[in-house]
């Protein structure tokens, strides 16, 4: 069974950097391009970053561009978000998520981010 | 970049009636459209993908429509379940979403 489970969120005051992690489990994770996508409260749907299996490709929202990075460990079957000057606007459920035929079909449960003094 | 915009931002219906929902690109996408439906607290679910095609266990009041930049999402007959808000997702040039439309009961 696919399981991926995100971790590393919390508060962090604006200007402040945070890491989030996205353990995979089911599935062969080095095969499979991952995301981040993340849902600010009561708002719609914003994808951040895409990562090719083998780490050759990496992709950005131009929103993030710059301020996050994101990485893989296929020996370690995670995946991982590094979020820098961070802002209020960034305050929101951050997802990772398995790409299979260039889509999102299987999400994590999400970590929630919060930006604030 | 691509902008999606979905109408109307909110639906509201009852049990039984036919509901549908529009995504409109800001340039065409050919049929790289999918559509996701989210219930509160929960991850996004897919649909359709490929502008109409149903994704494996989807029930079949859920339907597709559309290319270049014009897309619909028409649910036959709305179920109890299916009170949501639903998503557009372009995948043609990276990913984006439309704003989405929560259909809540009338």
């Known amino acids: 069974e696919v399981q991926l489970v995100e971790s590393g969120g919390g508060l962090v005051q604006p200007g402040g950097s945070l890491r989030l992690s996205c353990a995979a489990s089911g599935f062969t994770f080095s095969n499979y391009e991952m995301n981040w996508v993340r849902q600010a409260p009561g708002k719609g749907l914003e994808w951040l970053s895409y990562i090719s299996g083998n780490d050759n490709n990496r992709y950005y929202a131009d929103s993030v561009k710059g301020r996050f990075s994101i990485s893989r460990d296929n020996a370690q079957n995670s995946l991982y978000l590094q979020m820098n000057s961070l802002r209020a606007e960034d305050t929101a459920v951050y997802y990772c998520a398995k790409v299979v035929a260039q889509l999102p079909r299987f999400w994590g449960q999400g970590t929630l981010v919060t930006v604030s003094s | 970049d691509i902008q999606m915009t979905q109408s109307p931002s909110t639906l509201s219906a009852s049990v039984g009636d036919r509901v549908t929902i529009t995504c409109r690109a800001s340039?065409?996408?050919?049929?790289?459209l999918a559509w996701y439906q989210q219930k509160p607290g929960k991850a996004p679910k897919l649909l359709i993908y490929k502008a109409s095609t149903l994704e494996s266990g989807v029930p079949s009041r859920f339907s597709g429509y559309g290319s270049g930049t014009e897309f619909t999402l028409t649910i036959s007959s709305l179920q109890p379940d299916d009170f949501a808000t639903y998503y557009c997702?372009?995948?043609?040039?990276?990913?984006?979403f439309g704003q989405g439309t929560k259909v809540e009961i009338k």
């Open positions: 340039q065409s996408i050919s049929s790289w």
């Open positions: 997702q372009q995948y043609n040039s990276l990913w984006t």
